[in-house]
């Protein structure tokens, strides 16, 4: 495969483009078959999840993935040329850890989207973890500290309020924005709603890399 640079691929102005990034996933990591194959991961641990399935068919399983992740082994890169989380043209970047994000809309300083969060991340008695909840939301404000041409930033600080329970298996609404950006820190803020019950609440810090940190 004739693929793009690190600096190409991943050196793209925005991560979150409203009309798409103008990128040809033949010539990305994983090719134009990685997005069904990170659609379906997703699919199978929501649905792994979801079942108590009888012994002959945990053992069936067990042994096809033990043989995958043999294959898998000859395969391996390093960091920057995987696909997994690198795919910015697809949803959560390619990978299952985050949950399926779509952006609606956006502006230089907000973004709002929408998230369903599968059974995967379920914590229990029918809530979302706090986990995963906090993971949205240093995925989305994280990934939106960097657009419209600001430099990369690390999370310092995450501070996540659960005000209801965060239901799996729903279309919520998701708004984030920017609060302040001073020097080399950005406050975000994001909402999390379910209809009209906010769900949860976010306050996070982020700090600019020096040219050293990168
Ligand atoms: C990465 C490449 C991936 C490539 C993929 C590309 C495609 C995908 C596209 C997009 C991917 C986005 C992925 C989603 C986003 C996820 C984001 C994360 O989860 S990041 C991981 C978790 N965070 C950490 O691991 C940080 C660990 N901390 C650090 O590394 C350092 O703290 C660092 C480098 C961020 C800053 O360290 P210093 O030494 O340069 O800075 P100092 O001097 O300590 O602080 C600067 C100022 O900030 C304040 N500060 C620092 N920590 C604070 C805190 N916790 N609370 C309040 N203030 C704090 C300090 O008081 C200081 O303020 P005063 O300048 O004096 O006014």
Redesign the pocket.
Known sequence: MVGLSWAE??G?PE?FALAGLEMDPARLPGGTGWGELAGELRGYLDALVGVDPPADLVSEMAEQLRSWRERLAAARVP??DQPW????DLPA?GQAL?PHVEMLDRGDDWLEATVVFGRFHLGGHDAVHGGAVALLF??????F??THGRP???????DVAFRAVTPPERELRLRVWFEREH???RQLHGELRDGDVVCAEARA??????PD??
């Open positions: 691929r991943i793209v991560s960091e920057r989380g690198h795919r910015v970047r985050a240093d995925e989305v404000l994280g990934r500290s960097d990369a930033a690390r999370t310092v600080s995450l020097g080399r820190k810090l982020f700090i600019v890399l020096r940190q990168g």
